[in-house]
């Protein structure tokens, strides 16, 4: 599967972005899919993920509240709404896909190629 996620942006704090990520391919839906971001500096931070069918959903606790994760299996597609950003929050967002569940980066076997947010304060 290959995907490809867009939607990232300049936004001032307090502000919102919903990201989307599309997968090319078969199989979308036998996916778990995860976001994640990496921070100048920082190694990959998981921050959502949600499983193929039935769509349960786990967060970085950090991150609960504020973002949420939602798939459109029809339209192949995974989103990350995300609500009163901070400049905390300014990263390169990468969505995820494997056929497994983790909330490790090391274990997702496809990636999108990464949208940068931007949050100023």
């Known amino acids: 599967v290959q995907l490809q996620a867009c939607g990232g942006g300049l936004v001032q704090a307090g502000g919102c972005l919903r990201l989307?990520?599309?997968?090319?391919?078969?199989?979308?839906?036998?996916?778990?899919m995860g976001w994640f971001r990496q921070a100048p500096g920082k190694e990959y931070e998981f921050l959502a993920l949600?499983?193929?069918?039935?769509?349960?959903?786990h967060y970085k606790d950090s991150v609960g509240g504020r973002f949420t994760i939602s798939r459109d299996n029809a339209k192949n597609t995974v989103y990350l709404q995300m609500n009163n950003l901070k400049p905390e929050d300014t990263a390169v967002y990468y969505c995820?896909?494997?056929?497994?569940?983790?909330?490790?980066?090391?274990?997702?076997?496809?990636w999108g190629q990464g949208t940068l947010v931007t949050v100023s304060s």
């Open positions: 995820a896909a494997d056929l497994g569940v983790s909330t490790e980066w090391l274990a997702y076997d496809y």
């Open positions: 949600i499983i193929t069918h039935g769509g349960s959903t």
């Open positions: 989307s990520c599309v997968a090319s391919g078969d199989g979308f839906s036998n996916y778990n």
